[in-house]
Nanobody
Framework: QVQPVESGGGSVQAGGSLRLSCAASRIFSGAFMGWYRQAPGKKRERVAT???????NYADSVNGRFTVSRDNAKNTVYLQMNSLKPEDTAVYYCNDVEKAWNSGSWGQGTQVTVSS
């Protein structure tokens, strides 16, 4: 089972920025990719998606603050997070949206902690 590898998380103060990266194997290169997050005690939620051609969509909670992008040549998807809020604290994951139903398709995620 091939899984994405997320990186770039860390601890920042409210108002700060982070850029997450998702390294995926070539089999993800044509995939409809999504960034997800899971906060303690909460269900995993999808925050952004990007098609192979670069069409993006965002959850209302992050719209205008987060930007998803991809480099198909590098099989990498990015999530630029600006104006971070404490409620953005979560483990962030990326995945092929069409494989999200498969628990074995998920990577380890990367922790983002935003302090007030």
């Amino acid at each position: 089972q091939v899984q994405p590898v997320e990186s770039g998380g860390g601890s920042v103060q409210a108002g700060g920025s982070l850029r997450l990266s998702c390294a995926a194997s070539r089999i993800f290169s044509g995939a409809f990719m999504g960034w997800y997050r899971q906060a303690p005690g909460k269900k995993r939620e999808r925050v952004a998606t990007i098609s192979r051609s670069g069409i993006t969509n965002y959850a209302d909670s992050v719209n205008g603050r987060f930007t998803v992008s991809r480099d198909n040549a590098k099989n990498t998807v990015y999530l630029q997070m600006n104006s971070l809020k404490p409620e953005d604290t979560a483990v962030y994951y990326c995945n092929d949206v069409e494989k999200a139903w498969n628990s074995g398709s998920w990577g380890q995620g990367t922790q983002v902690t935003v302090s007030s």
